[in-house]
T-cell receptor, first 113, second 113 residues
Framework: DQQVKQNSPSLSVQEGRISILNCDYT??????FLWYKKYPAEGPTFLIS?????DKNEDGRFTVFLNKSAKHLSLHIVPSQPGDSAVYFC????????????FGPGTRLSVLP | EAGVAQSPRYKIIEKRQSVAFWCNPI?????LYWYQQILGQGPKLLIQ????????DSQLPKDRFSAERLKGVDSTLKIQPAKLEDSAVYLC???????????FGEGSWLTVV
């Protein structure tokens, strides 16, 4: 039973446009969320995070939005660049003390030149 | 600062054979994780250590998988005997106490034939 869902396995976007990657979670007790980016043959690298006390966090071209009532978060990339082509994982912290994280299945983003 | 180191990067074994993966976390990181990532899925936690103690091993198939973190630094994950369905990337990650971000190594790719 997936606790973190990313319902779009893949997404294609034109260079310069906005990429929106979505993530849904099932447990309202999750209080901290992270996005990771993964290139082929490499480990996931941390991208951006958001605490449940916020509804938005921004870092350069990357913005994460959190809608707690809908148990939904999204990652916006503006403008999208070909180097952003990768698999993006959403992760949720499952408890306050154990630093335990559960990951979604990922969305493969392709940014077309 | 050196990242999470893993070895070997690639391993091909026959079913019923054994294999061991090694991980050296980021210096000073007390928490160490082993994740299994099957193609097309998100990383799934196998075991989490805090220093040299196990925090969570609820998803570790203990009949064939074992892990240890002697002296609270390096860790070894062993599979014996391997099954075809163990073919995956084994990701080691670490985090600092009280921090909400985990850092991954490049992964160890296992193919069981």
């Amino acid at each position: 039973d997936q606790q973190v869902k990313q319902n779009s396995p893949s997404l294609s976007v034109q260079e310069g446009r906005i990429s929106i990657l979505n993530c849904d979670y099932t447990n309202s007790m999750f209080d901290y969320f992270l996005w990771y980016k993964k290139y082929p043959a490499e480990g996931p690298t941390f991208l951006i995070s958001i605490s449940s006390i916020k509804d938005k966090n921004e870092d350069g071209r990357f913005t994460v939005f959190l809608n707690k009532s809908a148990k939904h978060l999204s990652l916006h990339i503006v403008p999208s660049q070909p180097g952003d082509s990768a698999v993006y994982f959403c992760a949720a912290r499952t408890d306050n003390y154990g630093q335990n994280f559960v990951f979604g299945p990922g969305t493969r983003l392709s940014v077309l030149p | 600062e050196a990242g999470v180191a893993q070895s070997p990067r690639y391993k091909i074994i026959e079913k019923r054979q054994s294999v061991a993966f090694w991980c050296n976390p980021i210096s000073g990181h007390a928490t160490l994780y082993w994740y299994q990532q099957i193609l097309g899925q998100g990383p799934k936690l196998l075991i989490q250590f805090q220093n040299n103690g196990v925090v969570d091993d609820s998803q570790l198939p203990k009949d064939r998988f074992s892990a240890e973190r002697l002296k609270g630094v390096d860790s070894t994950l062993k599979i014996q005997p391997a099954k075809l369905e163990d073919s995956a990337v084994y990701l080691c990650a670490s985090s600092s106490t009280g921090r909400n971000t985990i850092y991954f190594g490049e992964g160890s790719w296992l193919t069981v034939v």
